[in-house]
């Protein structure tokens, strides 16, 4: 385990959400909102079942890199799961005379929100919190994302917080419905965060 995945500045607060560490007990209220058609369709994995969704996220590699959305309370409601995000810190790519420079240096980032929660800019504020995190606290170079092109509202997200697009590729995701469906990734350098936000 590198210093950088030691450092741990989990839970984070904004204007309107907590993110913190995603634990077994949270598994039920992730479950809610993936099983829903219009959310699952563009996850990378969806278990058809509550029972397999709580197996797959119970890998404890699985569950270190999901972390829980909440909206905080207000006086008119309570504290509420309305999303997850991923933030699964890996190695870059490097030649073998400076693989030990490349270990955990970056994070892949995904993510997913309750619809009834869409449109209100959550799902912009918590990526851009953990881009905070990335950057600043676990010192990271670089972070990136990928997503179906048909996934207009991801794409549009990652555009907004100024990631770069870095790949456009035509039908080289098979989606679960059988069809192959473009794919596009995003990343961002930590020096380009403070010019993009």
């Known amino acids: 385990m590198t210093d ?9 607060r904004t204007s309107r959400l907590e993110i913190r560490r995603c634990t077994p007990e ?3 209220a992730l479950w809610e909102f993936r099983k ?7 996850l990378g994995v969806a278990p058809a079942t509550r029972a397999a969704f709580r197996e797959r996220y ?8 999901t972390f829980v959305i909440e909206l905080l309370p207000t006086s008119d409601t309570e504290r509420t799961v309305i999303g997850d995000l991923m933030v699964r810190i890996e190695d870059a790519w490097a030649q073998l005379e400076v693989a030990g420079d490349a270990k955990g240096v970056q994070a892949e980032l995904g993510w997913a929100l309750g619809p009834a929660f869409a449109g209100r800019g959550y799902a912009t504020e918590a990526v851009k919190a953990a881009i905070d995190v990335c950057f600043g606290p676990l010192g ?3 972070v990136h994302a990928g997503c179906f092109a048909d996934n207009e509202p991801s794409w549009r997200l990652m555009e907004r917080l100024g990631m770069r697009r870095e790949e456009f590729s035509r039908k080289t995701a098979l989606h679960r419905s059988g069809e ?12 380009e965060w403070p010019a993009a936000r």
């Open 4 to 12: 950088v995945q030691r450092s741990d500045p989990w839970p984070i």
């Open 26 to 28: 949270d598994l039920d």
């Open 36 to 42: 829903i058609p219009e959310v699952n369709r563009w």
């Open 58 to 65: 119970l890998d404890p590699d699985r569950l270190a890199a």
């Open 140 to 142: 990271l170079r670089r």
């Open 180 to 191: 192959w469906l473009d794919g596009m990734d995003y990343a961002l350098l930590a020096e």
